[in-house]
């Protein structure tokens, strides 16, 4: 048993040797990014086209504009995570809605908010769809001041910007 | 020619484990970009070894998975599926209880977030690639008997 662990343990080595060369050689572009340092920035380019591709017509926004437009304290901060990643904090103000909420309610999920309303969605992270989802939801069903704000909750975090628990 | 159950039964374990495994890898290569992303929220690996990891990971997934599935050194690709299984979940225990909230990355369903979800179904697949590493070498012991 012991010769056989070891044969398999030699073949498992060459599997790994030969689909590391394998990746290397086919995604030579990412490792040498990542070696340069250039690869935060490719991935940032690589993520805005491709919501640009898939979310036309949403206006995003960076942390910088997102915080100018919380100062001024008329737009409507709509979070999009799951209500508990809400509950444990949130921006200061925000309100909870997800996609699958809003397909099922409708604008009854937002009555009273007048359609021309400013609305600023954000979810966990830069990584993160649901706040662009919620954002082409809103946008067919009327809401025409709708943008997201890319960093999401994380980078308002960092930042130490006002967070609430509640 | 009698044909035994239990290895067919084995032989249709290791079709299945060994196709999700390599399905998996197949959807991270379709976009390296997106796995690389997530493998950089994990906030685990300098910079210069995430293009590593996006560019490797992947295509050990779908080695190892894609040769168990046709039935090329199975005990091998067992051991290499075990292996990354085990790395995966060290990684999953070590970020949730970092408290990360972030996309798993995990190729089947990519808009997971680390939790008690991913982490059950590593575990499944480690208990699975062990128990069929286990199978294999007892029978290749016993014939070799």
């Known amino acids: 048993m012991r010769r056989l662990l070891r044969q398999d343990l030699a073949w498992a080595g060459f599997i790994l040797l030969m689909s590391a060369a394998f990746g290397l050689w086919q995604h030579w572009n990412l490792v040498r990014l990542g070696w340069s340092g250039g690869l935060t920035a490719h991935l940032e380019t690589v993520r805005e086209q491709r919501v640009q591709k898939e979310f036309q017509g949403v206006k995003t926004l960076n942390l910088a504009q997102t915080y100018k437009i919380f100062q001024k304290g008329q737009a409507l901060f709509i979070d999009a995570r799951k209500p508990e990643e809400y509950a444990e904090l949130h921006i200061s103000g925000a309100l909870n809605l997800t ?11 937002l009555r009273g908010i007048p359609p021309g309303r400013e609305m600023v969605i954000y979810c966990g992270m830069s990584s993160c769809q649901a706040a662009l989802r919620v954002a082409e939801k809103l946008q067919l069903l009327g809401f025409n001041r709708v943008m997201v704000f890319m960093g999401g909750f994380q980078a308002w975090d960092e930042a130490g910007y006002p967070a609430d628990i509640n | 020619m009698t044909l035994g159950i239990k290895p067919l039964l084995r032989r249709l374990l290791e079709i299945i484990w060994g196709g999700l495994f390599g399905y998996a890898g197949y959807l991270k290569l379709l976009r390296p970009e997106e796995f690389a992303e997530a493998v950089a929220e994990y906030r685990l690996l300098p910079l210069a070894l995430v293009g590593v990891a996006a560019a490797v990971l992947p295509w050990l997934e779908v080695a190892a998975g894609g040769f168990l599935a046709v039935g090329l050194k199975r005990r091998s690709c067992l051991l290499v599926i075990g292996f990354l299984t085990l790395i ?9 209880a970092r408290g990360l909230k972030i996309d798993c990355g995990c190729g089947l369903f990519m808009g997971r977030t680390v939790g008690l979800g991913p982490i059950l179904e590593d575990g499944l697949i480690l208990l699975g690639a062990a128990g069929l590493y286990y199978w294999e070498l007892v029978e290749t012991t016993d014939k070799r008997q």
């Open chain 1, 99 to 109: 996609r699958e909420r809003l397909d099922k309610e409708g604008t009854k999920a």
């Open chain 2, 88 to 96: 995966f979940l060290v990684v999953l225990f070590i970020t949730a």
